[in-house]
């Protein structure tokens, strides 16, 4: 995917964020993904984390900006869903990415990836607190393929940078002999013959492949033979990566004890 799809996506997402919440949605709702948060600190986290991101690109930073206005989330849940507010915001990251282009230089936590990065990580956040959001009101969650696919892709590729061992060095637990997870889309087209249910699910395009046997975790797309594998719908699986949901009801072959310690070490979006 490119920089300007991450770009529109932005706003694409936004747009079905407020389109999807209910006229009377109730701001006072509990998020069950993010504990101890109201449907109105989550719309304000991400009205603010746009604005924020807004910000770095447009100044074209060099070094962290405060973000007091992602994390203070506290606010007045009383009144209707802040739809305008949060279109604004949307529209004003994707205008400063669209100004600013993809060559651009800019601070990221990674120190890489530039303006890209920040287009393809808000299309992502937007999209995964739309699907925290539709928790909190009890509305359905549907996710368009490739925005998925892409979603997991980053996921994939996010964790395994290794400046994560430094920043929390208790996820070297997750490395280890023997460990790997495969997670099998079954909903997605398959190139090759389609696994038996018993089998350990491969093929290019279906899954993705995590190896924790090494001194950092890496990842490919497809899968292979596994400790532990997880076949499922892809919007099952991305909301199992990114903790949305537990593997409870998820077919899992082979290790579920790893899958949870996998996942139980690896959280951001």
């Known amino acids: 995917m490119c920089f300007e799809h991450h770009r529109t996506w932005i706003v694409a997402q936004t747009e079905l964020l407020v389109s999807g919440l209910p006229a009377a949605a109730d701001l006072r709702a509990p998020v069950p993904s993010c504990p101890g948060w109201t449907l109105g600190a989550l719309l304000r986290h991400i009205g603010g984390g746009h604005r924020w991101a807004a910000e770095i690109v447009r100044t074209r930073a060099t070094g962290f900006l405060p973000d007091d206005i992602v994390r203070d989330v506290a606010g007045d849940d009383t009144g209707p869903v802040p739809a305008g507010w949060l279109l604004d915001g949307a529209h004003e990251l994707a205008a400063a990415l669209a100004d600013a282009g993809p060559d651009e230089s800019v601070w990221t936590p990674f120190n890489e990836g530039g303006m890209p990065f920040w287009a393809r990580r808000f299309a992502h956040?937007?999209?995964?607190?739309?699907?925290?959001?539709?928790?909190?009101?009890?509305?359905?969650?549907?996710?368009?393929?490739?925005?998925?696919?892409?979603?997991?892709?980053?996921?994939?590729?996010?964790?395994?940078?290794?400046?994560?061992?430094?920043?929390?060095p208790a996820k070297k637990?997750?490395?280890?002999?023997?460990?790997?997870?495969?997670?099998?889309?079954?909903?997605?087209?398959?190139?090759?013959?389609?696994?038996?249910?018993?089998?350990?699910?491969?093929?290019?395009?279906?899954?993705?492949?995590?190896?924790?046997?090494?001194?950092?975790?890496?990842?490919?797309?497809?899968?292979?033979?596994?400790?532990?594998?997880?076949?499922a719908p892809l919007r099952e699986l991305l909301l199992l990566v990114y903790r949305r949901r537990t593997p409870d009801g998820l077919p899992v072959t082979g290790d579920e004890a790893l899958l949870r310690h996998w996942l139980g070490h690896v959280a951001f979006g």
């Open 125 to 168: 956040e937007t999209l995964m607190h739309r699907a925290d959001a539709t928790l909190a009101a009890a509305t359905p969650f549907e996710v368009a393929t490739d925005v998925a696919v892409d979603a997991l892709d980053e996921w994939m590729e996010l964790d395994a940078h290794p400046i994560h061992f430094d920043l929390d």
């Open 173 to 231: 637990a997750i490395l280890g002999p023997g460990r790997t997870v495969a997670l099998f889309a079954d909903d997605l087209p398959e190139e090759d013959e389609v696994p038996e249910e018993d089998a350990v699910p491969e093929g290019p395009g279906t899954g993705w492949f995590v190896d924790l046997t090494g001194d950092v975790n890496t990842w490919r797309r497809g899968a292979g033979p596994a400790a532990v594998a997880v076949r």
